[in-house]
Each structure stands twice: as structure tokens, then as C-alpha cells.
């Protein structure tokens, strides 16, 4: 459900042309990033900071690509203690990571954020309360073995290795599925991806937001249909109340 087709809904998001080519430049210590996340466009960005190393913060303008280049130009950023600011767009994997990665991570007043799922990926479409509460486990150790009973389709030194990018930025790996705690039908009339609040993200443990125009208010309605937008109360209910779900069945099994 998650490997959506993103390039009609950036077609209609935009009011600029859409990139006929990925167009990585540097201007005025910042180098803009236009396109999708791939090795090309980091081995570029590379080269460029490496002749000019007064290079402050990376504008991204990316509907994503792939994760595990996304997650080593994330590192980099890290390393490079560069800020991160969205233009129009960050999605997917450039979103997951990228934008997280920045020491400062700039939002123009209609940037948009969208995630629609990272490494981890399960056969079942909707998580469950187990599911939950395995991966907040997980996510404090990166040990696999706690996500042996969670039905995965994705290599686990794959998921090991997001999980260690989520350690390294001290971010919940929940922010990457947690609009997959709706079912899928949930989403049949919606934009099949979802994003958050500055306020939710600040509860996954999202640091230095910066509004640059005081406030964020990216679209709400995309080619006619609803974008999800996660708060942080919903977020904060829907967690405890899986967590006592999960507590009174392992309750229950182990009386059993």
C-alpha cells in the first residue's frame, strides 16, 4: 500500500515546474537539492561541500528514493553538523532521514512533510498493539531478536541499520509507520501518505524546528482528497491505550 506513485501528487502540490532533472547547486553556503535521494546526488553533494567548506545547510526539494543512501547522507549531515531546511517538499525517505538529520531543521510556512513507511515493513497493513510495543522495544537497543514475533517483508540488517540512524538523532522509529495505525481503508478516500504537527513530531523526539515564516500550515487538501495530519494528542492516546491492550493480554497469556 506504501509504494505509492508520488509523482502526480507533486505534479499537483507545486506551483513551480516539476525538476525534468535532479539539479544539485551551491549558492551562498547552502546547497540546494532538488530531486530524488540517490548515490549520484550524494556523491555530488559531497563535492561540492568538499570545495566549499563553508557550506552551512542543505534546501531539500525530494519526493524521496532510496532508503539506505538516504540514511548514509543523513550521517553525513550529521558529521557535517549542517542544518536542513524543505522548500516545497520532502517526502518519503527524505523525510524519514534526511530532514532529521539536520542540526537545525527549517520549515517554510507551506512546506510539506509526508512520510508513508520506512525499513520497517510488515505483512499486516495496520499495526497492532504488539506490534507497538515491540518496535518501542527495539528501538532501545536495536537487538532483532525482540521483533521475532512481528511479521517483517524487510531484510533485518536493513531495519537494524535505520534503527541505529533513529538511535544516533534520538528519534522514536514510530514517526516512520505510525499512520499505520489506521487501516488501509482508512486511507482509500485520503492521500495515501500522512504527516504531523510541529507539535507530534516535537513528541517523537523531533529537536530544532524552525518556522522561518512563524508559522506551518502545508496543504490540507490534495487533488481533492484529505491529507492526514497526526497531533499529538490523538498520538499520545493511541499509544497508551495499545500499551494497556498489550499489558492486559501478555497479562492474560501468561495466566493461561
Known amino acids: 500500500m506504501w509504494n505509492v506513485f508520488l509523482f502526480g501528487f507533486i505534479v499537483f502540490i507545486l506551483p513551480i ?23 549520484d546526488g550524494f556523491d555530488a553533494v559531497q563535492r561540492i561541500q568538499r570545495k566549499n567548506q563553508n557550506v552551512t545547510r542543505i534546501i531539500f526539494n525530494s519526493f524521496g528514493g532510496y532508503a539506505d543512501v538516504a540514511i548514509d547522507f543523513s550521517k553525513w ?15 518519503s ?27 520497517i515493513r510488515l ?17 532501545n537497543d536495536c537487538n532483532e531478536n525482540i521483533l521475532s ?7 533485518i540488517d536493513k531495519v537494524i541499520d535505520e534503527c541505529l540512524f533513529f538511535k544516533k538523532v534520538d528519534v522514536s522509529m514510530l514517526i516512520t509507520i505510525y499512520g499505520q495505525v489506521k487501516p488501509a481503508v482508512f486511507y482509500s478516500d485520503r492521500v495515501q501518505l500522512w504527516s504531523y504537527t510541529v507539535e507530534a513530531l516535537e513528541y517523537f523526539g523531533v529537536k530544532n524546528i524552525v518556522l522561518l515564516d512563524g508559522n506551518w500550515t502545508p496543504e490540507k487538501i490534495i487533488n481533492g482528497k484529505l491529507v492526514t495530519y ?5 498520538i499520545k492516546k493511541q499509544i497508551t491505550t495499545d500499551k494497556i491492550i498489550f499489558d ?4 492474560y ?3 493461561t
Open 17 to 39: 515546474a516539476v525538476f525534468a532533472e535532479d539539479t544539485i547547486f551551491y549558492k551562498n553556503n547552502t546547497i540546494y537539492y532538488n530531486g530524488a535521494i540517490n548515490q
Open 77 to 91: 549531515i550529521i558529521n557535517k553538523n549542517l542544518d536542513v531546511e524543505v522548500d516545497k517538499y520532502c517526502i
Open 93 to 119: 525517505s527524505c523525510a524519514n532521514y534526511l530532514f532529521l538529520a539536520g542540526n537545525h531543521k527549517y520549515l517554510s510556512k507551506k512546506s510539506f512533510l509526508g512520510w508513508h513507511g520506512g525499513n
Open 123 to 139: 505483512k499486516n497493513e495496520k499495526l497492532t498493539p504488539a506490534d507497538m510495543n515491540a518496535i518501542f522495544g527495539f528501538s
Open 149 to 155: 514475533n512481528i511479521s517483517l517483508i524487510t531484510q
Open 230 to 234: 497526526f497531533e499529538l494528542n490523538e
Open 248 to 251: 492486559a493480554f501478555t497479562f
Open 253 to 255: 497469556r501468561n495466566k
